[in-house]
Nanobody
Framework: QVQPVESGGGLVQAGGSLKLSCAAS????????MAWFRQTSGKQRELVAT???????YYADSVKGRFTISRDNAKNTVNLQMNSLKLEDTAVYYC?????????WGQGTQVTVSS
């Protein structure tokens, strides 16, 4: 399918870890820069991290040092390892290419961090 499928979210206590996975389209996946975004109710979608086809990464200041984005081109997957989670990390997490395109949003996966 065209839309990515995100999974791995859940409820975790502050300081804990989660690993999110994204099954993406394989058409041009291996040469496409991919990204994780997140969105809280009433707030615009925020860029979390990106990874190029060659593995170069970018992280938002809010997650740098805590999150790690990775990809497996053979499996058409993008992952986001989230460590030392904070309350403000609570959001619905989405993956997409970067820059994102409007017809390629999946359902997202909910991450809820509790105190």
């Amino acid at each position: 399918q065209v839309q990515p499928v995100e999974s791995g979210g859940g409820l975790v206590q502050a300081g804990g870890s989660l690993k999110l996975s994204c099954a993406a389209s394989g058409r041009i996946f291996s040469i496409t820069r991919m990204a994780w975004f997140r969105q809280t109710s009433g707030k615009q979608r925020e860029l979390v991290a990106t990874i190029t086809s060659g593995g170069s990464t970018y992280y938002a200041d809010s997650v740098k040092g805590r999150f790690t984005i990775s990809r497996d081109n053979a499996k058409n997957t993008v992952n986001l390892q989230m460590n030392s989670l904070k309350l403000e990390d609570t959001a619905v997490y989405y993956c997409n290419q970067y820059p994102s395109i409007d017809n390629s949003w999946g359902q997202g996966t909910q991450v809820t961090v509790s105190s």
